[in-house]
């Protein structure tokens, strides 16, 4: 079974700028969340998806947002970039999404200079 | 709000000791708590959860509700335990509030 995939796993961007991040979940997996990790604030959930809709959200300014396709595949966008959103952004699926194990990918690692 | 905290930012024990990362979290309700572990150029991936109540690699938690804690154990460190370990709980689908993580260095 292919685990989550994350592309690309490296971006430079500049400053307002915008950017999208793809996750492809693990097969079958129908939730998908994303994650913003930072040295100061570690790890930071920004949204969940299940079954193309939003769920859940976290408390990021509308700048950050996302999508799930009907192949549970699910895109990230962050719009007008600034250099406090360089870090790393992970997605994680799990199957029903209730509390169960969730997969993690490598991670997108996105530096805004 | 919910909160996970994990007090100590690195963890060294001798191999053979016995290791213990403490979480303690905040949440009046009943979350599920996990561990999760990230090895060295490795992606995160699930050690525990307390709900299953099982051993994985030597490693036990128990879930204190009256303490609100979810430390993790293992009585005999081995090197390739060293890594980082973050503890984490969830109240509806794929949301997690991950604590900010303890590096555990086994020294050999």
């Known amino acids: 079974k292919a685990g989550v995939t994350q592309t690309p796993r490296y971006l430079i961007k500049t400053r307002g700028q915008q950017v999208t991040l793809s996750c492809s979940p693990i097969?079958?997996?129908?939730?998908v969340s994303w994650y913003q990790q930072t040295p100061g604030q570690g790890l930071q959930f920004l949204f969940e998806y299940f079954s193309e809709t939003q769920r859940n959200k976290g408390n990021f300014p509308g700048r950050f947002s996302g999508r799930q396709f009907s192949n549970s595949r699910s895109e990230m966008n962050v719009s007008t970039l600034e250099l406090g959103d360089s870090a790393l952004y992970l997605c994680?699926?799990?199957?029903?999404?209730?509390?169960?194990?969730?997969?993690f990918g490598q991670g997108t690692r996105l530096t805004v200079v | 709000a919910q909160r996970v905290t994990q007090p100590e930012k690195l963890l060294s024990v001798f191999k053979g000791a016995p290791v213990e990362l403490k979480c303690n979290y905040s949440y009046s309700g009943s979350p599920e708590l996990f561990w999760y572990v990230q090895y060295s150029r490795q992606r995160l991936q699930l050690l525990l959860r307390?709900?299953s109540r099982e051993s994985i690699k030597g490693f036990t938690a128990d879930l204190n509700k009256g303490e609100t804690s979810f430390h993790l154990k293992k009585p005999f460190a081995q090197e390739e335990d060293s890594a980082m370990y973050y503890c984490?709980?969830?109240?509806?689908?794929?949301?997690?509030?991950f604590g900010t993580g303890t590096s555990l260095t086994v020294i050999p």
């Open positions: 984490a709980l969830t109240l509806t689908g794929n949301q997690f509030y």
């Open positions: 307390h709900i």
């Open positions: 097969s079958g997996h129908r939730s």
């Open positions: 994680a699926s799990s199957a029903d999404g209730m509390g169960t194990e969730a997969f």
